[in-house]
């Protein structure tokens, strides 16, 4: 393993205009493969996040409010450096404007036409710096009969029907348990920016990249989209228990429940042999029979289950080929060795905070000899405006 903060981004500068979470988490996904982010916040508040809790940690020894620091910010703002600027003073502005001279990449999620009233809409961007990728999200999208509204994740969830897929029943519907539209459409920014860097190397010109929080839910519809497009069928929530696939969920045993998916014929005919069921029992001989016959496969395995205990009964499935797994909480998430052997805990030194465990990047680097060059050296989310004399004098000497 590398210990630089080095990656294949290295030498690629993002300004950062976003604040909350798609924006953030676009620009640390960046910023996690090497780019130099240099987040631009309002003075005196910064990012809404910051404000955004309980839970707030404070600096060993502290107990000021003003020297709090909010946990959903230290979530998507590693890897990035701050400078507080007001986007309405002259001064700030064209400073903006010397960043963008020199950046690659700019990303911003404001409400459509914010921009162009504080002066710095594309055609002044592109002006300044004919290269620049711009990466621009929304709630619903820059244009169309809704163009214009705001967008937050559980509004975008419900509205682009994530919350009638999710819950216990039609009658239940339930949020994700992650602001997950800003997180998707995060994910899908930065996929856009890299195709964008790529196409800059063959053009010489930037582009406009654009999702919103909408696209980004509807894209990730998956088999729940062809199933109303082409079948005419409308998917309904369902708990625990997979639309198209039985027995694949949650079922009950003795001391508590597992999941297990048993996604092919093969599978089903391994499940049966493990637990003295006989695989052709008429109705239930083919993946579209069980499925038409939920519940009582659903009856059928938690009967043949209730007497094991979680622990043997998830041994024996290992045993016998078939998957299967435990409802792990967050702590024990963090806990299993598994997760930290894929690199997903990293350990950073914050300037108030003394050192600070996150959720670490999920992309890991190998040279064709098989040695890891994934970067290991991150830099903690950063205090307002700690890089702001910095920068400055970065640019004033460039």
């Keep these: 393993m590398t210990d630089t903060a080095h990656g294949p981004l290295t030498g690629t500068l993002v300004v950062d205009l976003s604040r909350a979470l798609a924006g953030p988490h676009a620009t640390m996904m960046l910023g996690d493969l090497g780019a130099r982010i240099i987040k631009v916040e309002v003075p005196g508040t910064g990012d809404d996040t910051r404000g955004w809790g309980p839970p707030f940690v404070q600096p060993p020894g502290t107990d000021e409010p003003g020297a709090r620091e909010s946990t959903y910010f230290l979530s998507a703002n590693r890897n990035k450096e701050s400078i507080a600027l007001d986007l309405k003073a002259d001064a700030d502005r064209l400073l903006l404007l010397d960043l963008v001279r020199r950046a690659d990449v700019l990303v911003e999620n404001f409400r459509t036409g914010v921009l162009e009233r504080l002066g710095l809409g594309v055609d002044v961007l592109r002006a300044a710096n004919p290269g620049l990728v711009v990466l ?15 967008g937050y994740d559980q509004i975008a969830q419900g509205e682009a029907g994530l919350m009638s897929l999710t ?12 602001p997950i539209a800003d997180l998707l459409a995060g994910m899908y920014g930065a996929y856009g920016v890299l195709a964008a860097l790529r196409e800059r190397e063959r053009t010489g010109a930037g582009t406009v990249v654009r999702t919103s929080l909408l696209a980004a839910v509807v894209g990730v519809h998956g088999f729940q989209s062809t199933r109303w497009t082409v079948a005419g069928e409308v998917g309904r929530a369902q708990g625990n228990h997979h639309a198209s696939i039985s027995p694949y969920g949650l079922f009950r045993c003795g001391d508590g429940a597992v999941q297990i998916a048993v996604g092919s014929e093969g599978l089903w005919q391994r499940f049966c042999a493990g637990f003295d069921l006989d695989p052709a029992t008429p109705g239930l001989e083919t993946n579209g029979q069980r499925v038409a ?25 290992d045993r016998i080929g078939v998957p299967a797994g435990k409802v792990r909480t967050l702590d024990e998430v963090y806990e299993w060795e598994q997760t930290r052997s894929q690199g997903l805990l990293v350990d950073v030194e914050h300037s108030t905070l003394g050192t600070v465990r996150l959720a670490g990047p999920p992309l890991r680097f190998f040279d064709h000899d098989g040695h890891e060059v994934t970067r290991t050296a991150h830099t903690a ?18």
């Design 136 to 150: 621009s999200i929304t709630g619903f999208g820059h244009d169309g009969p809704e163009g214009g509204r705001s």
């Design 167 to 178: 819950g216990s029943g039609p009658d239940d519907p339930q949020k994700l348990g992650t």
């Design 293 to 317: 016959r939920r519940d009582e496969v659903i009856a059928l395995v938690e009967r043949v289950f209730a007497d094991w205990k979680a622990s043997d009964l998830l041994a024996h499935l």
């Design 381 to 398: 989310p950063p205090t307002l405006d700690a890089d702001g004399t910095a920068v400055r004098a970065w640019l004033a000497a460039s």
